[in-house]
């Protein structure tokens, strides 16, 4: 079974996208800011298959939680941005950090989760 950390600083993002990722099968984890979902992603006995992962956030945001993360030497697995941030710069910063995908909340579940299924190599092209 896929596991997925979700990383958002607001405890109603988490639940709602947790419960869309859950119906759809996959192992769920949470964490509320990058350092604790950077200690999460260091410690984990095995490497979470996808990091769901917002911009802002208090102590480490998004964008230093992907830039730390991909300087570890631990298996580097996708991740998808999820910000409020809809300019053309905030997308380029998430690709710059380390993001395979960016969208722009309020993310519908059927967007969130065809996005999922293809950075987990899921969906046929």
Not at 15 to 25: D, N
Not at 70 to 76: E, K, P, S, V
Not at 95 to 114: D, E, T
């Amino acid at each position: 079974m896929k596991r997925i950390l979700i990383v958002d600083d607001a405890a109603t993002v988490r639940m709602y996208h947790r419960g869309i990722l859950e119906s759809a099968g996959y192992t769920v984890e949470e964490a509320f800011n990058g350092i604790e979902a950077l200690e999460k992603a260091l410690e984990a006995p095995a490497p979470f298959d996808l990091y769901v992962v917002d911009v802002n956030m208090p102590k480490l945001d998004g964008y230093g939680f992907l830039r730390e993360l991909r300087q570890q030497d631990i298996a580097q697995q996708p991740a998808i941005m999820v910000s409020t941030e809809a300019a053309a710069g905030d997308e380029a910063a998430a690709f710059a950090a380390g993001a395979n995908c960016y969208l722009v909340k309020p993310v519908r579940s059927l967007q969130l989760l065809a996005n999922v299924r293809l950075m987990l190599g899921e969906v046929s092209q």
